[in-house]
């Protein structure tokens, strides 16, 4: 605290006034003559000792008038961060930073987050006295919208023109660009930050303390029930198969919501609905059961009723359902492929359902893996090194392929072929022996196996006489294995692909699968787990690109993107890596992409976890990361001119003094009044 008129001051020695004559008068006494001492000796003790406390509380009372009226006239005022000769005297450059990213969509009091910035950065800039300059930014994208004087009749069409996303803020990045492009040459500068504040800086990150910030934080949402997850957990889709969804449900509001239906739309169709009630901060999970009815990519979304945040109340799902796979196929020398093409003739009862191609070579060198979903390589001599490169690469890009282990592979196998695949170590070969055989776990739930249309799972499961002792890597999957322990069906991930291994042939003398109702089940769900490729339908966050292969044959087609919103847009291939770069992906839902005006693909964006109402950084620790820096926090509100300017340049005091002042001076009127009942005699009786 600050006095604007110290030379006053000097008046704190007129307290002591009222002391001074109390003490004066009690030296002077006076005699008077009293007929009698018989009433002053009927007073009782205490009324005298109630009398004097009183003269000293009036004198208390006196004293802090004159206390108070002295300090109300020296014109005190509780000290800003600015000094008071800055606000008149000095250049002053101020940037707002106003986060237009998905958060910012939010509302309270029926108005968006954004919209009550916009009203917030001329009331700021109101508040602030003196010669100054203003730079107004946006963070999505980062663009700088205004720089000029703060009274110009620009900044409200600019501030309007800005508009909402749902892309992710980089709130501190943008922080970090605008000290970098800021180097102005007034004394003083501010800086601005109106944001819900989901994240902290980076530990690394230091502020300019040459410039002071005002954080103008958001409150926390109090209607918000949001769709935070929705994974398809069916990975064998047909369109008679059931599509189990999982979603979950989270209330990140201060609310109850009470009885809110959750709607499942597949085809723009409602197939599945789930009424529910959450407490406020608690989060719920349900699955959703449906069939897709169709192939190709089915198109649906999760829905629950409208509230302040209405960009996590709808979840899009693009659901690949394959339409036709492209099979190339390779087997050894001899009988060895005899079953294989039996079962994958029975798979094809559809017309052009399963295309499958065969290599004449028992060796796969030429492999037409560009036209092809998935391959099967069973039992061949060996993969020479350049093949599985190739191998790799298809797998890489989304492609999947199923080996059947043999001697041949087991023993000429290549290191280097080994290692470009990942595949699991050969232990050697195994055998049961005469009229001995090895059985399989029939405990497995893996969902390649669920809802098999068997009457007996573990009757159908086949007896195995020898097979080919593999050791997995510890990131692959084992769906079936033999009841010694040792694996049967491999699961191999390689980048975007998966690679299925059976480490017995489909042959009778190593086991009796292809005499099996398994087989044919077994096979069809493994092709269409292979060829079901969720690369081009797999959703990216707002603002990210997205990026599809394009066969080389259609990639000269125009190729036209369409927003979520209905917006058309056409984009240009990239001819050198024979793909698709979307970048203008800043709605959220579900992009359709069309080849010369016919469907081609479709995929979905999201929300950023940072930009989800629930997400606010620390307070605490977010003031702290500005240590070393001038940092004030702002509630955003009606009286954030004043309050800004009471942060600023400090607050006057004179008004609470000068109300102590009359609080006293009431206070010893009413005491100071003489009560005769406290010192009047008793009567007498008589």
Known sequence: MTFLSPGILWGLFAAAIPILIHLISQRNTREVEFSSLVFIQELEHETLRNVNLRQWLLILLRTLIILFLVLAFAKPVRQGIIPSWVAGEQQSRIVCLVDNSASMAAEGRGISFLDQAKVLVPEILASIKGDRTVAIYQTTPFQK?????????????????????????????A?????????????????????????????EWTPDSTWRYYLVPFPEVEDNLSIQSAEILSEVRLPTSLLKIQTALVNNGQIEKRNIPIDLYLSDQRVGQVVSTLAAKSRKGYLFQAFPGD??????????????????????????????????????????GFFLNLALSSIDNQADFLIVTRNPNSVPENLLLDESDVFILHNPDFIPDRTAKNIKSFLEAGG??????GESLANNLSKTARNALGLPVSKGLRQ??????????????????????????????????????????????????????????????????????????????????????????????????????????????????????????????????????????????????ESLIINNTLEVGSYDIQADGYPYASFSTRLAPTEYPDYRADPDRLMDSFAGATVRRITPGPRIKADLESIRYGKSLWRFFLILALFCAVAETIIGRLNPATVRAPKHES
């Open 295 to 336: 192939v190709g990519i089915i198109k649906g979304r999760l829905e629950i009723p409208e509230d302040d945040f209405s960009l996590d109340n709808r979840w899009t799902l693009d659901i690949s359902i394959p339409e036709q796979i492209v099979c190339n196929v390779t087997t050894g020398k001899g009988e060895d």
């Open 175 to 203: 922080v970090d660009s605008i000290l970098v492009r800021e180097k102005p040459h007034e004394p003083n500068k501010e800086f601005f930050i109106l944001s819900d504040l989901p994240s902290l800086p980076s530990t």
């Open 432 to 577: 049961a022996g005469a009229d001995n055989y090895y059985s399989l776990n029939s405990k497995t739930t893996h969902a390649i196996l669920s809802d098999l249309n068997l009457r007996n799972l573990k009757g159908e499961l086949p007896q195995v006489f020898r097979y080919i002792r593999l050791r997995p890597g510890p990131e692959d999957e084992i769906i079936l294995r033999l009841t010694n322990g040792d694996p049967f069906l491999i699961r191999h991930s390689i980048g975007r692909g998966s690679l299925f291994i059976i480490s017995s042939l489909m042959n009778l003398s190593w086991n009796d699968l292809p005499m099996r109702g398994l087989l044919v089940p077994l096979l069809h769900r493994l092709l269409i787990v292979s060829a079901t490729d969720e690369t081009q339908t797999s959703p990216v966050e707002v603002g990210e690109p997205k990026i599809l292969s394009i066969p080389r044959e259609v990639i000269s087609n125009q190729w036209e993107v369409i927003s979520p919103s209905g917006k058309s847009f056409l984009v240009i291939p990239d001819f050198n890596t």
């Open 400 to 405: 999947s392929g199923l080996i059947f282990y």
């Open 145 to 173: 919208i205004y720089d000029g004087a703060p009274n110009s009749t620009d900044i409200q069409s600019k501030l309007s023109d800005m508009v909402q996303t749902a892309g992710k803020d980089h709130l501190w990045s």
